[in-house]
């Protein structure tokens, strides 16, 4: 069985194929500066180095196109037909409250999306663009959307209501919806596995921080909150968002002159460790500028964790106490300082740091010492094979 997974983004196209067998990746590769000038394939067979290709497209069909071409193709493909793929599994961003789990897209589905867009709109219109190019170019076979937002709606209302007139959330569906849902859902399940945890009764803390990031509790599966809100600005300071503000300082800005699109782009674009730090929103810049003595780069790593412990205590109690902490994304996978900042705040739910185990880069690992009653993990996150499993399983 292969499945090749898709996600298209407004100015990329990122694929990767997988035999599903064994779960192995046959090629991977991504179609980058849609629109733009100057776009380009990307294209890896497994073990083999990554091929640069221009192109001139226009589209997400056309991305589309260049990418089957590459599937196929004598020297550099892997596959000797489009017809051996038996499933395609889309990330779509967000699937509102209509889905709450992965399905095969028709045509009552497309318009779902359409509809969420509303909610989403730079991001669910080109993952439809997607799908409608996948429809063309291999007939007769299964679309699966796998939405972002899907793992989180078993949040109950007391943790995804807003504390604003109950209308706002009938007219608009203004409420909390969470994202990185594939991602946590990933973790948690691989988790378990790794560290011999019941999934159906596990209590978990998962961490995903890369360039956005996100905190999610999830006790049996469910998840019980999420730090991401309605739009992905909420919660955690991420790379150059703000995460939780007072809204109170939005309504400040506007009163004095700033215009709403300026105020987005402010909290957006130039906020989190990038507007704290004023150097940079990678962290691997942050940690190199602390190191020599910067102490805005220090405020910004400060604020990063602080924030992140806020939310670890505040779910600790929402689980009723936690069997385990995971950290996973660019940063939890990576960056050993990070994890030492708050493993090292935790003492007083019983998880301590194991300083060697933590040195330990982007492979599963337990980082705390042998018998804690928390247990800190690594488990490197891998979206794409979530959804290629989400996708087998619904044409199985
Ligand atoms: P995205 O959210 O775009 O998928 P990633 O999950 O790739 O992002 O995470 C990107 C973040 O991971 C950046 O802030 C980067 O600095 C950080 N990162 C990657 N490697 C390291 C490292 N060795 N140490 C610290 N941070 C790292």
Redesign the pocket.
């Known amino acids: 069985m292969k499945v090749l997974v898709v996600n298209a983004g407004s100015s990329s196209v990122k694929f990767t194929l997988f035999e599903m067998t064994d779960q192995s990746v046959l090629c991977k590769g991504l179609v980058e500066r849609i629109g733009l000038k100057s776009p380009r394939l990307l294209y890896q067979r497994v073990g083999e180095a990554q091929q640069e290709e221009k192109l001139a497209i226009v589209n997400h069909h056309g991305a589309m196109q260049a990418i089957c071409h590459k599937l196929i193709d004598p020297e550099q493909g892997v596959l000797k037909s489009l017809t051996e793929i038996d499933a395609i599994g889309h990330r779509v961003v967000h699937g509102g409250e209509e889905f709450t789990e992965a399905v095969v897209i028709d045509t009552s589905v497309k318009e779902g999306i359409r509809k969420c867009a509303a909610l989403a709109p730079l991001h669910n219109p080109p993952n439809l663009d997607g799908i409608e190019a996948c429809e063309g170019f291999f007939p007769g076979v299964a679309n699966i959307a796998v939405f972002d937002t899907a793992f989180h709606q078993s949040m109950g209302p007391e943790s995804y209501l807003y504390a604003l007139p109950r209308d706002l959330y009938k007219k608009f569906a203004i409420r909390k919806y969470g994202f990185h849902g594939t991602s946590h859902k990933y973790v948690y399940y691989a988790g378990c596995k790794f560290l011999g945890l019941n999934p159906e009764t596990a209590r978990v803390v998962t961490c995903?921080?890369?360039?956005?990031?996100s905190v999610t509790a999830v006790k049996g599966g469910k998840v019980i909150d999420t730090s991401m809100g309605m739009t992905p600005l909420m919660g955690l300071v991420m790379?150059t968002r703000c995460g939780a503000i007072d809204p109170g300082v939005v309504l400040y800005l506007i009163k004095n002159g700033y215009t709403g699109d300026e105020v987005d782009v402010i909290l957006n674009k130039k906020s989190g460790?990038q507007g704290v730090s004023g150097i940079s929103?990678?962290?691997?810049?942050?940690?190199a500028a602390r190191n020599s003595g910067n102490t805005d780069a220090q405020e910004a790593y400060d604020l990063f964790v602080h924030r992140l412990l806020n939310y670890i205590g505040g779910y600790y109690l929402l689980l009723g106490g936690a069997d385990a902490i995971i950290f996973t994304?660019?940063?939890?996978?990576?960056?050993?300082?990070?994890r030492k900042s708050v493993v090292n705040q935790l003492a007083v739910y019983g998880c301590e740091l194991d300083g060697e185990a933590n040195k330990t880069?982007g492979q599963q690992i337990v980082i705390s010492k042998p018998g804690c009653k928390l247990v800190a993990a690594v488990i490197p996150?891998n979206e794409e094979l979530m959804i290629a499993r989400e996708a087998i399983n619904l044409v199985k």
């Open positions: 995903h921080l890369g360039n956005g990031g790379g460790l929103s990678d962290m691997r810049d942050i940690e994304g660019g940063i939890g996978e990576n960056s050993n300082s990070i880069r996150t």
